[in-house]
Protein backbone atom coordinates (compact mmCIF):
# COMPACT_ATOMS: atom_id res chain seq x y z
CA UNK A 1 0.00 0.00 0.00
CA UNK A 2 1.12 3.52 -1.14
CA UNK A 3 0.46 6.47 0.53
CA UNK A 4 -0.14 10.31 -0.28
CA UNK A 5 0.69 12.47 2.58
CA UNK A 6 -0.30 16.10 2.58
CA UNK A 7 1.11 19.08 4.86
CA UNK A 8 4.26 20.92 5.34
CA UNK A 9 6.83 19.29 3.99
CA UNK A 10 9.56 20.67 5.64
CA UNK A 11 8.28 19.22 9.11
CA UNK A 12 6.97 16.11 7.52
CA UNK A 13 9.94 15.12 5.68
CA UNK A 14 12.35 14.18 8.59
CA UNK A 15 10.03 12.65 9.99
CA UNK A 16 9.25 10.51 7.16
CA UNK A 17 13.14 10.08 6.75
CA UNK A 18 13.30 8.00 10.17
CA UNK A 19 11.37 5.13 8.87
CA UNK A 20 13.17 3.55 5.25
CA UNK A 21 10.70 0.94 4.39
CA UNK A 22 8.03 3.54 4.60
CA UNK A 23 9.41 6.55 2.81
CA UNK A 24 10.12 4.80 -0.10
CA UNK A 25 6.32 4.26 -0.28
CA UNK A 26 5.13 7.69 0.77
CA UNK A 27 4.48 10.32 -1.46
CA UNK A 28 4.70 13.89 0.17
CA UNK A 29 2.26 16.71 -1.00
CA UNK A 30 3.25 20.73 0.17
CA UNK A 31 -0.06 22.23 1.36
CA UNK A 32 1.13 25.59 2.71
CA UNK A 33 -1.80 25.67 5.30
CA UNK A 34 -3.83 23.73 7.47
CA UNK A 35 -7.84 23.62 9.08
CA UNK A 36 -7.24 24.16 12.95
CA UNK A 37 -9.68 23.01 15.23
CA UNK A 38 -11.07 26.31 15.83
CA UNK A 39 -12.23 26.78 12.10
CA UNK A 40 -15.71 26.83 11.53
CA UNK A 41 -17.01 24.22 8.49
CA UNK A 42 -18.49 27.26 6.54
CA UNK A 43 -15.04 29.88 6.51
CA UNK A 44 -13.45 26.52 5.28
CA UNK A 45 -15.53 25.52 2.85
CA UNK A 46 -15.06 29.57 1.08
CA UNK A 47 -11.24 29.62 2.36
CA UNK A 48 -9.86 26.20 2.55
CA UNK A 49 -8.10 26.19 -1.00
CA UNK A 50 -4.42 25.13 -0.37
CA UNK A 51 -5.31 23.72 3.04
CA UNK A 52 -3.88 20.19 3.65
CA UNK A 53 -7.24 18.58 4.09
CA UNK A 54 -8.41 20.14 0.76
CA UNK A 55 -5.46 18.65 -0.81
CA UNK A 56 -6.05 14.90 0.91
CA UNK A 57 -10.15 15.15 -0.03
CA UNK A 58 -9.55 16.44 -3.81
CA UNK A 59 -6.50 13.36 -4.21
CA UNK A 60 -9.51 10.80 -3.37
CA UNK A 61 -11.59 13.01 -5.66
CA UNK A 62 -9.32 12.71 -8.47
CA UNK A 63 -9.04 9.20 -8.28
CA UNK A 64 -5.05 9.48 -7.46
CA UNK A 65 -6.23 7.97 -3.29
CA UNK A 66 -8.84 5.11 -3.16
CA UNK A 67 -9.51 6.37 0.61
CA UNK A 68 -8.86 9.55 2.83
CA UNK A 69 -7.76 9.72 6.44
CA UNK A 70 -8.02 12.75 8.21
CA UNK A 71 -7.06 13.74 12.10
CA UNK A 72 -8.84 16.92 11.83
CA UNK A 73 -11.83 19.19 12.48
CA UNK A 74 -14.99 17.05 12.17
CA UNK A 75 -17.15 19.55 11.05
CA UNK A 76 -14.70 21.14 8.24
CA UNK A 77 -13.78 17.54 7.28
CA UNK A 78 -17.56 16.51 6.94
CA UNK A 79 -17.81 19.87 4.95
CA UNK A 80 -15.40 19.79 2.81
CA UNK A 81 -16.02 15.72 1.86
CA UNK A 82 -19.39 16.98 1.24
CA UNK A 83 -18.40 20.18 -0.86
CA UNK A 84 -15.84 18.55 -3.29
CA UNK A 85 -16.78 14.59 -3.27
CA UNK A 86 -20.69 15.41 -3.43
CA UNK A 87 -23.52 12.86 -1.57
CA UNK A 88 -24.38 9.56 -3.58
CA UNK A 89 -27.84 10.11 -5.50
CA UNK A 90 -30.72 9.99 -3.25
CA UNK A 91 -29.25 10.53 -0.15
CA UNK A 92 -30.29 12.81 1.92
CA UNK A 93 -27.99 13.22 4.99
CA UNK A 94 -24.43 11.55 5.69
CA UNK A 95 -23.37 9.24 8.26
CA UNK A 96 -20.49 9.04 10.64
CA UNK A 97 -20.05 4.87 11.42
CA UNK A 98 -17.88 4.04 14.17
CA UNK A 99 -17.15 0.28 15.25
CA UNK A 100 -17.78 -1.16 18.84
CA UNK A 101 -15.86 -4.23 20.38
CA UNK A 102 -18.62 -7.09 22.13
CA UNK A 103 -18.16 -10.03 24.13
CA UNK A 104 -17.39 -12.17 21.24
CA UNK A 105 -14.19 -12.19 20.45
CA UNK A 106 -13.28 -10.75 17.03
CA UNK A 107 -16.81 -9.72 16.48
CA UNK A 108 -17.92 -5.69 16.05
CA UNK A 109 -20.52 -3.33 16.34
CA UNK A 110 -21.39 -0.60 13.47
CA UNK A 111 -22.88 2.15 15.15
CA UNK A 112 -24.08 5.66 13.26
CA UNK A 113 -24.74 8.69 12.97
CA UNK A 114 -21.93 9.75 15.53
CA UNK A 115 -22.12 12.88 15.07
CA UNK A 116 -22.06 13.64 11.22
CA UNK A 117 -25.66 16.13 11.95
CA UNK A 118 -27.72 16.36 15.27
CA UNK A 119 -30.98 15.70 13.24
CA UNK A 120 -32.48 13.48 11.54
CA UNK A 121 -35.88 12.14 10.84
CA UNK A 122 -37.50 9.12 10.05
CA UNK A 123 -36.64 8.93 6.53
CA UNK A 124 -32.65 9.84 7.75
CA UNK A 125 -32.79 7.08 9.87
CA UNK A 126 -34.07 4.34 7.48
CA UNK A 127 -30.80 5.45 5.01
CA UNK A 128 -28.71 5.14 7.90
CA UNK A 129 -29.95 1.33 8.76
CA UNK A 130 -29.52 0.60 4.97
CA UNK A 131 -26.09 2.12 4.71
CA UNK A 132 -25.19 0.64 7.89
CA UNK A 133 -26.46 -3.09 7.20
CA UNK A 134 -24.16 -2.60 3.93
CA UNK A 135 -21.10 -1.71 6.25
CA UNK A 136 -22.13 -4.40 8.40
CA UNK A 137 -22.17 -6.94 4.87
CA UNK A 138 -19.52 -6.02 3.16
CA UNK A 139 -16.46 -4.35 5.90
CA UNK A 140 -17.60 -6.57 8.34
CA UNK A 141 -19.11 -10.25 6.84
CA UNK A 142 -22.19 -10.13 8.48
CA UNK A 143 -24.20 -11.76 5.59
CA UNK A 144 -27.53 -10.61 7.73
CA UNK A 145 -27.27 -7.81 9.96
CA UNK A 146 -29.46 -7.31 12.66
CA UNK A 147 -30.44 -3.49 13.51
CA UNK A 148 -31.79 -1.92 16.12
CA UNK A 149 -32.83 1.61 16.42
CA UNK A 150 -31.22 3.90 19.65
CA UNK A 151 -34.24 4.64 22.10
CA UNK A 152 -34.98 5.51 26.07
CA UNK A 153 -36.72 1.64 26.19
CA UNK A 154 -37.36 -1.44 24.03
CA UNK A 155 -40.96 -0.54 24.63
CA UNK A 156 -42.99 -0.20 21.71
CA UNK A 157 -44.79 3.24 22.96
CA UNK A 158 -41.35 4.65 24.16
CA UNK A 159 -39.31 7.70 21.96
CA UNK A 160 -39.94 10.82 20.01
CA UNK A 161 -42.47 10.68 16.83
CA UNK A 162 -39.64 10.55 14.50
CA UNK A 163 -38.50 7.33 16.31
CA UNK A 164 -42.00 6.22 15.79
CA UNK A 165 -42.27 6.63 12.88
CA UNK A 166 -38.93 4.94 11.56
CA UNK A 167 -39.80 2.23 13.61
CA UNK A 168 -42.49 1.48 11.93
CA UNK A 169 -40.91 2.23 8.46
CA UNK A 170 -37.63 -0.19 9.30
CA UNK A 171 -40.02 -3.18 10.25
CA UNK A 172 -41.26 -2.85 6.74
CA UNK A 173 -38.41 -1.92 4.53
CA UNK A 174 -36.20 -4.44 6.60
CA UNK A 175 -36.31 -7.23 3.92
CA UNK A 176 -35.65 -4.73 1.14
CA UNK A 177 -32.49 -4.05 3.14
CA UNK A 178 -31.56 -6.99 3.59
CA UNK A 179 -31.14 -6.94 7.11
CA UNK A 180 -33.18 -8.11 9.73
CA UNK A 181 -34.92 -5.55 12.38
CA UNK A 182 -34.62 -6.40 16.10
CA UNK A 183 -36.75 -3.23 17.29
CA UNK A 184 -35.75 -0.71 19.23
CA UNK A 185 -32.33 -0.68 21.32
CA UNK A 186 -31.25 0.71 24.71
CA UNK A 187 -27.77 2.14 25.54
CA UNK A 188 -27.08 -1.21 26.92
CA UNK A 189 -27.18 -2.98 23.65
CA UNK A 190 -24.54 -0.81 22.19
CA UNK A 191 -22.23 -3.26 22.98
CA UNK A 192 -23.78 -6.31 22.97
CA UNK A 193 -24.34 -9.62 21.12
CA UNK A 194 -28.22 -8.63 20.77
CA UNK A 195 -27.54 -6.49 17.64
CA UNK A 196 -25.02 -5.74 14.80
CA UNK A 197 -26.25 -2.34 13.39
CA UNK A 198 -27.03 0.50 15.63
CA UNK A 199 -29.07 3.55 14.56
CA UNK A 200 -29.42 7.14 15.72
CA UNK A 201 -29.32 10.34 15.30
CA UNK A 202 -25.63 12.19 15.29
CA UNK A 203 -26.12 14.18 18.71
CA UNK A 204 -27.40 10.89 20.63
CA UNK A 205 -24.73 8.80 19.05
CA UNK A 206 -21.56 11.23 19.62
CA UNK A 207 -22.37 11.70 23.06
CA UNK A 208 -22.87 7.73 23.49
CA UNK A 209 -19.51 6.99 21.62
CA UNK A 210 -17.48 9.89 23.65
CA UNK A 211 -18.90 8.52 26.87
CA UNK A 212 -17.84 5.01 26.10
CA UNK A 213 -14.44 6.08 25.18
CA UNK A 214 -14.23 7.83 28.44
CA UNK A 215 -15.43 4.66 30.43
CA UNK A 216 -13.17 2.43 29.01
CA UNK A 217 -10.20 4.89 29.81
CA UNK A 218 -11.16 5.09 33.58
CA UNK A 219 -11.97 1.27 34.04
CA UNK A 220 -7.99 1.33 32.43
CA UNK A 221 -6.92 3.71 35.21
CA UNK A 222 -8.58 1.97 37.82
CA UNK A 223 -7.81 -1.42 37.00
CA UNK A 224 -3.82 -0.40 36.79
CA UNK A 225 -4.36 1.79 40.03
CA UNK A 226 -5.79 -1.27 41.65
CA UNK A 227 -3.19 -3.82 40.65
CA UNK A 228 -0.05 -1.79 41.57
CA UNK A 229 -1.92 -0.57 44.72
CA UNK A 230 0.18 -3.35 47.17
CA UNK A 231 2.65 -5.99 46.60
CA UNK A 232 -0.10 -8.76 46.67
CA UNK A 233 -1.80 -7.06 43.88
CA UNK A 234 1.05 -6.71 42.02
CA UNK A 235 2.15 -10.41 42.18
CA UNK A 236 -1.35 -11.37 41.13
CA UNK A 237 -0.77 -8.60 38.12
CA UNK A 238 2.54 -10.55 37.19
CA UNK A 239 0.57 -13.94 37.41
CA UNK A 240 -2.75 -12.47 35.14
CA UNK A 241 -0.26 -10.59 32.74
CA UNK A 242 -1.35 -12.68 29.60
CA UNK A 243 -4.87 -12.32 30.28
CA UNK A 244 -4.84 -8.71 31.31
CA UNK A 245 -2.85 -7.78 28.40
CA UNK A 246 -5.70 -9.67 26.12
CA UNK A 247 -8.58 -7.95 27.60
CA UNK A 248 -6.33 -4.46 27.72
CA UNK A 249 -5.97 -5.14 23.74
CA UNK A 250 -10.16 -5.73 23.59
CA UNK A 251 -11.27 -2.88 25.25
CA UNK A 252 -8.81 -0.29 23.93
CA UNK A 253 -10.59 2.46 21.91
CA UNK A 254 -7.66 2.72 19.83
CA UNK A 255 -7.55 -0.17 18.49
CA UNK A 256 -11.00 0.43 16.62
CA UNK A 257 -10.28 4.22 15.85
CA UNK A 258 -11.53 6.04 12.91
CA UNK A 259 -15.31 6.92 12.09
CA UNK A 260 -16.19 6.52 8.38
CA UNK A 261 -18.62 8.92 6.78
CA UNK A 262 -20.95 7.08 4.86
CA UNK A 263 -23.05 8.08 1.77
CA UNK A 264 -20.48 10.12 0.03
CA UNK A 265 -18.51 9.45 -3.38
CA UNK A 266 -15.24 8.39 -1.69
CA UNK A 267 -14.19 6.88 1.04
CA UNK A 268 -13.28 9.14 4.24
CA UNK A 269 -12.18 7.86 7.37
CA UNK A 270 -11.84 10.02 10.81
CA UNK A 271 -9.64 9.51 12.63
CA UNK A 272 -9.54 11.16 16.93
CA UNK A 273 -7.20 14.31 16.76
CA UNK A 274 -5.96 12.96 20.16
CA UNK A 275 -5.18 9.66 18.52
CA UNK A 276 -1.51 7.96 18.99
CA UNK A 277 0.58 5.82 16.39
CA UNK A 278 -1.49 2.94 17.21
CA UNK A 279 -5.18 5.11 16.76
CA UNK A 280 -3.65 6.24 13.75
CA UNK A 281 -2.59 3.29 12.41
CA UNK A 282 -6.37 1.58 13.04
CA UNK A 283 -7.65 4.44 10.90
CA UNK A 284 -5.46 3.89 8.10
CA UNK A 285 -5.91 -0.04 8.13
CA UNK A 286 -9.88 0.46 8.13
CA UNK A 287 -9.31 2.69 4.76
CA UNK A 288 -7.56 0.24 3.31
CA UNK A 289 -9.79 -2.85 4.07
CA UNK A 290 -12.95 -0.97 3.05
CA UNK A 291 -11.15 0.41 -0.27
CA UNK A 292 -10.05 -3.55 -0.79
CA UNK A 293 -13.57 -4.66 -0.49
CA UNK A 294 -14.80 -1.72 -3.16
CA UNK A 295 -17.38 -0.62 -0.18
CA UNK A 296 -18.76 2.75 -1.88
CA UNK A 297 -19.73 0.46 -5.26
CA UNK A 298 -21.60 -1.74 -3.05
CA UNK A 299 -23.45 1.58 -0.90
CA UNK A 300 -23.71 3.16 -3.84
CA UNK A 301 -25.90 0.54 -5.26
CA UNK A 302 -27.61 0.07 -2.00
CA UNK A 303 -28.50 3.52 -1.62
CA UNK A 304 -29.64 4.33 -5.48
CA UNK A 305 -32.08 0.95 -5.44
CA UNK A 306 -33.65 0.42 -2.46
CA UNK A 307 -36.28 -1.83 -4.12
CA UNK A 308 -33.27 -3.99 -5.94
CA UNK A 309 -31.32 -4.47 -2.29
CA UNK A 310 -30.95 -7.73 -0.90
CA UNK A 311 -29.05 -8.87 -3.77
CA UNK A 312 -25.49 -7.95 -2.00
CA UNK A 313 -23.27 -10.89 -0.37
CA UNK A 314 -20.66 -10.73 2.48
CA UNK A 315 -17.77 -8.97 1.89
CA UNK A 316 -14.24 -9.28 3.20
CA UNK A 317 -13.82 -8.47 6.31
CA UNK A 318 -11.02 -7.00 8.54
CA UNK A 319 -8.05 -8.20 7.39
CA UNK A 320 -9.71 -10.70 4.76
CA UNK A 321 -8.24 -9.81 0.72
CA UNK A 322 -9.09 -13.17 -0.35
CA UNK A 323 -10.98 -13.59 -3.77
CA UNK A 324 -15.04 -14.21 -3.74
CA UNK A 325 -17.58 -12.01 -2.64
CA UNK A 326 -15.50 -10.01 -0.92
CA UNK A 327 -13.61 -8.96 -4.31
CA UNK A 328 -16.61 -8.40 -5.79
CA UNK A 329 -17.22 -4.42 -6.97
CA UNK A 330 -21.21 -5.18 -7.41
CA UNK A 331 -23.93 -5.58 -4.71
Do not use: W
Not at 52 to 64: R, W
Not at 90 to 106: H, Q, V, W, Y
Not at 214 to 224: E, N, Q, S
Not at 314 to 324: E, K, S, V
Amino acid sequence: MDAILHGDEAALRPLVARHATLSARITLRHADRVVTMQDKPAQVMRHGQGTSMFATIDAVKDGEAQAAVSCGNTGALMAVSMLRLRKLPGLNRPAIASLFPTPTPGKMNVMLDMGADVKADAGDLLQYAFMGASYARNGLAIARPRVGLLNVGTEEHKGRAELQEAHALMGTRAEAGSFDYVGFVEGTDILSDRVDVIVTDGFTGNVALKAIEGTARTVGDLLRQSLTSTLLAKLGALLAKGALGRLQRRIDPRRVNGGVFLGLNGTVVKSHGSADATGVAAAIGLAYQLAQAHFIERLAARVASAEGAGQDQPGAGPGDTGTGTGSSPTE
